[in-house]
């Protein structure tokens, strides 16, 4: 890529929060996320009003579906709720179920490359918990095809899921499948246990080890589909997460201007958007006889590399989406840690750990930070953003140069990726 | 704007059809307008293979609100369900109520102009007749802010489009009313005289004429938002448009090998983004004082004239929203046709009639040709590009060699403008 976005920052949500309980609807976490982004960023309302005054700022928002959710569409336009700033700012809303912050994100990053606008704010946000588990169960299905993956089945994404782990155990013949198994569920205990140093996480006050993450079925770990338990599941979460992107010439600019240093920055430096075939069944099909099991989610990887000059061996951060356990484990080949059939050496040998050479997830990813289905891929690209110039906190790795995200939509649909790093 | 994207062609459903009646569903919907789309362009599934084995192909889906009238999401993953050659292409959906489709086309464009792909594939869809027209009035009010303008109102947007022509009404106290609300007859006149030479026009057989217009009230022309009635609406419609752009490079190429002539293509010339306060009080509250009612409007068609370089006066064709005939009158002014305060002349003197100097939907518009929300903004374009290429058939405006369109979302809140013309 010839021209890299920076990233000035951003913030995201305690995904903790119940907002329904707290009497809050989506107005509130726009409102919210904005005040907390742009004031973690040093942007401030007037700034805003004079890049418009010019044309040069767009608002970017990720969202899944509002529109069952929180019987709302149009969410483009709903910063002019937040402040009159926002009037006259273009703005619209993106949308590839569980990848729709990285679909946000990508059209951003198109907008300063192409050199429209100096400055881009992307919002991923989702309400869930406005309706009972089994009826967003439902909502959830709409991600798949749902007139024949989705309707009439309770919890359909579970069950999609499940078929991945049990494509990975066939697959994998050369493998015992309590091998498998056991590194699925030591992927749930590090993700459970790197939420625990994330203040923002949702599971940060949970229980979970690996002993719990095995112990499959039953009434204490139950089974949700076929063999993955609720252990092996991301959990129903409210949250946005806010990030703002600029042209180089701005970004150094404001550095300039705000005494905030250019190391406080990083870079968009490539990205991959790949959409396999939607409906799982095909997608088994076509990768049938491929080495990797999901060859688009592989191929999205290796676009985002491409693009940024980069491979694997110079990544020191990795953010994957870890929906489900299953997912997480086909991604470790995708990457590039290991090759396809060996994703369970790189969990058993502490390469994916906080400490080990890949670490992924250090945030705790979807199962232990949550997954606010909208907000999931701005919330994994902030955290790159955060471990690549040292601002992670307690879940920092430490001397992150260049990190790697991986957001899926569907049952490994849509794939999207970014390679962020230091300048 | 630097690179100029190439619009190479298109297709639209038949405005008419009610996918419900004939028991099919978008999908089937999906499959058509993309056969019928890539067969009108001359563009064949190898091709998109080869293109899509170097990534230089994407997919843009305009669609307002699938999950409610179809229980669906992720729109931007289902050309894989029409054909395997679209498997790995990547491909979103772009969502801004009625103006998703030129969301769609604006993140397109971006793409082809910051040099990511070579082809871009844009999709407009909606199917809206799935649900009755209460429930479907309901859906729609998520374009607006439900809790605030919608929720428990029957039809709020003919209520919303009523109270912008109470504005009207009010702000041009120098013009009768009468004259106004003849002026509002008159719009609907033409778009549904100008529906019966379009071949694909959702109203090419219905009856209309300003006698019946101007009645308003009664059972045969009921009101249904303050001072507007049935003949002042848009229609609930199913369908969709596709549309294919390219770059300046592969245009070339393509002409030379496919045999077409380059004159058979146009380019987008400029393009205008703006979002006006969400809720349609605050619109009013803002534009007080201001010379025009729709100042944001304005505004997104100065910004497509600017970028193009261009104005109303080398303006031949022009296709705007008129989901209500108080949206036309308002554009009439935006796009400079007369002064504010004086639209009512140039619909008296025909200047907007298809024989005039600044015709108006010649196509019938979204009165005429019918509103399939998220299709709209892809069909308008789509029609500009068949004017100023002389491919219009009946409804062709002879020697249009440049033409603008007015795309809006929600009650004029989200506005999108593109200059469209010979290279």
């Known amino acids: 890529m010839s021209i890299k976005p920076y990233i000035l920052g951003g913030a995201q949500t305690d995904f903790q929060r119940n907002w329904t309980k707290e ?80 679909v946000a994100l990508d059209a951003a990053g198109t907008k300063i490359r192409a050199g429209d606008y100096d400055v881009c704010i992307i919002v991923g946000l989702e309400v869930m918990k406005t309706v009972n588990s089994a009826v967003g169960g439902d909502f959830l299905g709409t991600a798949a095809y749902y007139e024949k993956e989705a309707k009439g089945i309770e919890f359909p994404f579970p069950k999609l899921f499940g078929k991945l782990a049990d494509v990975i155990v066939e697959r ?8 498998i198994m056991e590194g699925f569920a030591e992927i749930s205990r590090i993700n ?31 089974a949700v589909g076929g063999r993955l338990a609720i252990t092996d599941c991301s959990q129903v979460t409210d949250g946005a997460a806010l990030m703002v992107i600029a ?20 870079v968009l430096k490539g990205w991959g958007h790949r959409v396999a075939p939607m409906q799982f069944v095909n997608k088994v099909a076509e ?30 951060v990795i953010e994957t989406h ?37 670490p992924i997830n250090p945030s705790g990813g979807l199962i232990g930070a949550g997954h606010p289905v909208g907000a999931s891929g701005v919330r994994m690209a902030l955290d790159i953003h955060k471990q690549v110039t040292g601002q992670a906190g307690g879940y920092q790795v430490e001397g992150s140069k260049n990190g790697i995200m991986l957001n899926i939509g569907g049952s490994a649909t849509t794939n999207m990726t970014f390679v962020i790093g230091q300048e």
């Open 23 to 102: 009497g809050k609807t989506f107005v509130s976490m726009f409102r919210e996320i904005v005040e907390d982004g742009l004031a973690a960023v040093g942007l401030d309302y007037d700034e805003i009003k004079r890049l418009n005054k010019e044309n040069r700022v767009g608002v970017f928002v990720g969202n899944f579906d509002a529109e069952q959710y929180a019987n709302q569409g149009h969410l483009g336009a709903f910063l002019t709720e937040v402040h009159p700033a926002f009037y006259g700012v273009p703005g619209g809303r993106y949308e590839a179920a569980c990848a729709s912050g990285s």
């Open 172 to 179: 994998n013949s050369h493998v015992k499948e309590d091998r």
């Open 192 to 222: 459970y246990d790197n939420a625990k140093t994330n203040p923002r996480a949702q599971t940060r006050s949970w229980f979970m080890n690996k002993e719990h993450a095995n112990t499959r079925g039953g009434d204490y770990n139950m």
């Open 247 to 266: 042209s180089p010439e701005y970004a150094k600019e404001f550095a300039k201007k705000s005494g905030k240093k250019l190391e406080s920055m990083s």
């Open 287 to 316: 990768s049938k006889g491929n080495d990797y099991i999901l060859p688009w989610t592989r191929q999205a990887v290796k676009d985002a590399y491409d693009r940024a000059g980069l491979d694997i061996d110079q990544m020191d």
């Open 322 to 358: 870890d929906c489900f356990t299953s997912s997480e484990y086909a991604a470790i080949s995708a990457f590039g840690i290991t090759k396809p059939g060996e994703e369970h050496q790189a969990i058993e040998d502490g390469t994916i750990a906080r400490t080990g050479k890949k």
